[in-house]
């Protein structure tokens, strides 16, 4: 038995139908939520509870059990959002935990099945399998909207009758039909009758294909029951798709689409991220300063720790929370419109070519808002040696960390093109992907086949403010907990360091920046990085720093270039000026190439610690350790041949 599912198994409670329940109960009552990825699950677990779990308009969002609590009427219960299922024949290890907590001893109190009424033949087939074993059903179908569009409406109550089962009409993203299906389960809790007669009483477990036709004809007869058909135009989002996943234009679309939203974001947000940075550079500073002067703290380490470390390191990173905001929004507007799971087509061809199915591009995408989920994301995939080949090739993609630090140095070296070289970081993310995707064929994983792209397309719709804002709060918000937590305590270490000296006689917190244990650590790594351009000790610490977290790599230069110059303050316009300067002495004069190997190393190494765990906890230690010295290789390699070539160029 897995970790995952003995964390969200439960000793057995009493109940109406016997000794059951599904996963440790706070309540000691368990209502599941079960359906086919992208069936709207992990929405409407949300609306119910309140909760914040991460939801897009793809396939494969959930790939492990949430728990909240919910009151569907008086009575408490604990809500299960289970990993997307088809089915209960397992394809992988995701769709595995969700037939072990449906078929187990301990199964759920009462099961949700959300079924999509635009594909209903195919979503009532996990219905039919359960309806097999004494469980307690209720369906909730979803999408109603969209099967009207294509002609198909549904008449919940006469497909409720014909499954023998209790079918309610919802639309969690309008938080709409919530109360019925509240309704609808707390009947189920509080009847002692025995569950309905299911289709299947008696049959031949060996004959599958003959249990398989049975489950399709009593499917068959209860949409003909619950549906009316009528002829339809071609629905708006068929008429789209015609060029959003065309071989060429697609790819092409994609592509503008994408630009579009960097450049938005940097024009945008750089006014207000140097209204935030100057803020803490200014007033805050100059505040925090005189407070510490009037308690008796002037001048003392803990003024140095306070201003040239806290608000310094932490006040210049959350200098980048609007552009964030504006980032995580536009991002999660196309996610909601349904517009982002037409990438995993456009780059089928780049996926297949590289042995992986185009189902793994789910969670490459993942991996641009942050490597941990997405690293978790690869449990989606059938095959364990795809799993392992997606895990390793995730910490390429840029995540929302890096991000930070491309912005801070576009906006630096290229103020008028800071858009399109972030941009361009995400390009060389996916051309980096590719081309390690394939070294990884030809070497490792010669024999891996590919498989065809089978993906569940969603139907084009208007974004709701909602959940828009809902999906971009819980970004910010884990943005935010790195800056609180992580970076704090980054923060701290760092400014020990740079507090111990190790020449000058200088006493603790006292000590100048160059005469520093930090950088006498700093200049001991720096001439590892002087073929790349950049080996110079501030740039140095702050990589080292910022495999912590990629994020650190700004407070670390804020942090030693605020002490070194502690009059100067640390509004972004002064910290610019201070990395303009390091970067020229340390390329001997070829800025630009040295910069762009800086970009490329900072995309290609190990993007932090947590992404390594992640790693151990889905493909084991040794896979793990193989992919960060393949990271570190690819991105000096990478950094060192861009330098090398670039300072050639007059």
């Known amino acids: 038995m897995s970790a995952t599912e003995q964390r969200t198994r439960r000793a057995p409670v009493a109940s109406c139908h ?22 709207g699950k992990s929405t409407l677990f949300n609306a119910l509870t309140g909760s914040r779990r991460t939801v897009g308009n793809w396939p494969g969002t959930t790939v492990e059990v949430g728990r909240a609590v919910w009151t569907p009427a008086e009575r408490p219960v604990d809500l ?6 088809y089915s209960l024949d397992a394809c992988s290890p995701d769709e595995e935990l969700t037939r072990a907590l449906l078929t187990g001893t301990d199964v759920p109190d009462v099961t949700v099945v959300v079924v999509d009424a635009a594909h209903l033949s195919r979503s009532l087939y996990l219905v039919a399998q359960l309806r097999e074993s004494s469980q307690r059903l209720v369906v909730a179908l979803t999408m109603a909207d969209v099967a009207a569009r294509r002609g198909v409406e549904v008449d919940a109550a006469a497909l409720g009758a014909a499954l023998g089962v209790p079918v309610v009409a919802v639309d969690p993203r309008r938080r709409q039909g919530v109360a019925a299906l509240a309704a609808a389960v707390a009947r189920e809790l509080g009847g002692c009758h025995a569950p309905a ?15 398989s036709d049975e489950r399709f004809a009593w499917i068959t007869a209860a949409v003909d029951a619950g549906t009316t058909r009528r002829p339809a135009p071609p629905t708006r989002t068929e ?14 679309l994609f592509l503008l689409v994408m630009w579009g939203v960097f450049e938005t974001t940097t024009a ?10 100057n803020f803490f550079a200014g007033p805050l500073t100059r ?18 720790f306070v201003v040239d470390g806290l608000i310094a390191g932490v006040g210049m990173l959350l200098s980048f929370v609007p552009l964030m905001v504006l980032m995580f929004a536009l991002l999660a507007l196309l996610e909601d419109s349904g517009y982002l799971a037409r990438a995993a087509v456009v780059t089928d061809r780049a996926m297949r070519a590289i042995g992986l199915p185009g189902k793994a591009f789910l969670p490459l995408v993942v991996g641009f808002g942050c490597n941990v989920p997405a690293i978790s994301a690869t449990r989606i995939l059938g095959d364990a040696r795809h799993r392992i080949m997606t895990a390793l090739l995730v910490p390429f993609t840029s995540c929302s960390a890096r991000l930070t630090v491309y912005v801070l140095v576009a906006t630096t070296f290229f103020p008028n093109h800071a858009g399109s070289v972030v941009f361009a970081m995400y390009l060389a993310s996916i051309v980096i992907i590719v081309l390690s995707g394939l070294a990884l064929r030809r070497t490792l994983w010669r024999a891996v086949g590919s498989e065809p792209l089978l993906l569940d397309l969603p139907a084009f719709q208007r974004p709701t403010l909602r959940l828009t804002a809902a999906v971009t709060w819980v970004r910010v918000r884990s943005f935010l907990r790195t800056a609180g937590g992580i970076i704090v305590a980054t923060v701290t270490a760092v400014w020990l360091l740079q507090a111990i000296p190790v020449r000058g006689g200088a006493g603790f917190g006292h000590v100048a920046p160059d005469d520093s244990l930090f950088a006498a650590l700093a200049r001991a790594i720096a001439p590892l990085f002087g073929p790349l351009g950049f080996g110079e000790w501030h740039t140095a610490g702050a990589l080292v720093v910022g495999f912590v977290a990629k994020e650190a790599v700004i407070s670390s230069w804020a942090q030693t270039y ?10 972004p316009g002064e ?23 800086f970009l490329i190393f900072l995309l290609a190494y190990t993007p932090c610690v947590a992404t390594v765990a992640a790693q151990v906890r889905e493909i084991g230690r040794r896979w793990t350790a193989f992919g960060m010295v393949m990271q570190i290789g690819v991105a000096w390699g990478l950094a060192a041949v861009i330098f090398q070539l670039g300072r050639l160029v007059p």
Not at 197 to 211: C, P, Q, S, Y
Not at 239 to 249: G, H, K, L, M, N
């Open 562 to 571: 605020a002490a070194a110059d502690p009059t100067a303050g640390q509004s």
């Open 287 to 304: 505040g925090a300063t005189w407070v510490l002067r009037h308690v008796g703290l002037g001048g003392t380490w803990g003024q140095h």
């Open 575 to 597: 910290l610019q000026q201070h990395i303009t300067a390091a970067f020229d002495a340390s390329s001997s004069g070829a800025t630009t190439a040295a910069v762009f190997a």
């Open 239 to 252: 008429r789209i798709d015609r060029w959003v996943t065309a071989p060429v234009v697609g790819p092409l």
């Open 18 to 39: 016997g000794d059951g329940g599904a996963a440790a109960a706070v309540t000691g009552t368990v209502v599941a939520l079960v359906g086919a990825p992208n069936s």
């Open 197 to 211: 007669a299911r289709h299947v009483a008696e049959r031949d477990v060996g004959d599958e294909l003959a249990v």
């Open 80 to 85: 299960l959002d289970l990993p997307g299922a």
């Open 268 to 277: 945008v947000a750089t006014p207000l991220q140097d209204a935030v940075g």
